[in-house]
């Protein structure tokens, strides 16, 4: 860092803010902010957050603040995609298949209810689900982050900060609410309630307040495998579930 970078007064600091996030195009650590701006990471954090409510608030605006646990980042309003699409030329692509979107919302509003392995969402969707799970992990939509103490020792998959970017949302209490089936076939039990807001939705996303079945006794820690090849464009539709 320049140590004759000038301090800003207090008055600059969201402006500062807003120039940096602007500049950077992806997610911002509050560490790296707090080091700029010469405050504590705390008081970044909560200056970061007071002045999203602010900056979200303002309907004439076309961008946005997502604030993550650790990091922030400034990005379009999704209303504003299709203008943003055509003015950019893109033509194809944007969406995530059905399929795609069936087993991120598997993962989403299961991930803390229980361990969410392939056999599980091959159990729910009943279809093999090995290339949709491999895709998604290409995009570093989820991640492997452990594995289950039973036979084979399966991964266990969760949403990313990245699906969290995505889909515009800071944590995964913002889904929308989506009434579950009380059981699926052979012995596959999804609860009820989730608590998440009530909005009107569909099935799509994640959980990240749900209640719990998973002990530390059951899961080990295990880092991120990525599949072969990586990709983060997210605009590609899948071909499909692999017969």
């Known amino acids: 860092m320049d140590n004759n970078l000038e301090k800003l007064d207090s008055k600059y600091i969201e402006s500062a803010i807003e120039a940096i996030l602007f500049a950077a195009g992806h997610p911002m650590p509050y560490s790296k902010l707090a080091e700029v701006l010469s405050l504590t990471e705390n008081k970044v ?8 409510e602010k900056y ?6 076309g961008i ?3 604030c993550f646990d650790d990091r922030c980042q400034l990005c379009t309003k999704e209303r504003y995609l299709p203008y943003i699409k055509e003015a950019l030329g893109l033509k194809k692509g944007g969406n995530l298949s059905n399929s795609s979107l069936e087993v991120l919302a598997i993962i989403a509003y299961n991930t803390n209810i229980r361990p ?4 599980y969402i091959d159990a729910v969707r009943k279809v093999d689900s090995a290339y949709i799970v491999a895709s998604l992990c ?3 939509l989820i991640e492997p982050y452990g594995r289950l103490d039973a036979p084979g020792r399966p ?3 969760r949403v990313t900060s990245k699906f969290m970017r995505v889909f515009g949302i800071e944590t995964l209490e913002q889904l929308p609410y989506v009434e579950l089936p009380v ?3 052979e012995g596959v039990v ?15 996303e994640n959980p990240e307040g749900a209640s719990q079945d998973i002990s530390e006794e059951n899961v080990s820690e295990d880092k991120p495998v990525q599949d072969e090849g990586s990709s983060n464009d997210v605009v590609e539709e899948d071909e499909g579930d692999e017969e």
Do not use: C, W
Not at 116 to 119: E, F, L, W
């Open 183 to 185: 059981s699926q076939p």
């Open 45 to 52: 954090k909560k200056k970061v957050r007071e002045f999203s």
């Open 116 to 119: 969410v392995t392939r056999a």
């Open 155 to 157: 991964h266990i998959y």
């Open 190 to 204: 999804i609860p009820m309630e989730i608590d998440m807001p009530a909005e009107d939705g569909q099935e799509g």
């Open 64 to 66: 946005m603040i997502l």
């Open 138 to 140: 290409e995009k570093e």
């Open 56 to 61: 979200n608030e303002d309907d004439k605006k």
